[in-house]
């Protein structure tokens, strides 16, 4: 099995999916998802791509975490919440994490 199936079986089995829900939720058969992990196939580009947005994460957040450490429970979670932020809170969080980084280097 190729490193990029791994990682989607990894990011599937984290959420509790089956191959049939995960099927499902990505649009395309069981037997696709199936084909994938026996016989070394690979996604396409745009399977990847609707993978990703399914789970919540970009292709890139998919690639960095091959042959990465887990992140932890706290991480993952703080992602989550971070993507469902409009750009104006985001905007928010990081003026106040610039706000703390001054303070630790003793800018105030």
């Known amino acids: 099995m190729n490193v990029v199936v ?14 049939n829900e995960f ?3 990505i649009g395309v058969s069981a037997n696709t998802v199936y084909h994938w992990n026996k ?15 399914e789970l919540g994460i970009t ?6 975490g091959i042959s990465e450490p887990k ?6 979670d703080f992602l989550v ?7 104006a809170e985001k905007k928010a969080v990081r003026f106040v994490i610039e706000a703390f980084r001054t303070i ?3 800018q105030i």
């Not at 791994?6 to 191959?19: A, F, M």
């Open 71 to 76: 992140p932890d429970g706290d991480r993952v």
């Open 81 to 87: 919440e971070w993507r469902s932020l409009s750009s």
């Open 6 to 19: 791994q990682r989607i079986n990894e990011l599937r089995t984290n959420r509790g999916l089956s191959q």
């Open 23 to 25: 099927a499902k939720m």
């Open 59 to 64: 292709v890139e957040q998919f690639f960095h």
């Open 39 to 53: 016989s070394d196939a690979m996604p396409s580009l745009a399977n990847l791509e609707r993978i990703c947005k």
């Open 104 to 106: 630790r280097e003793g």
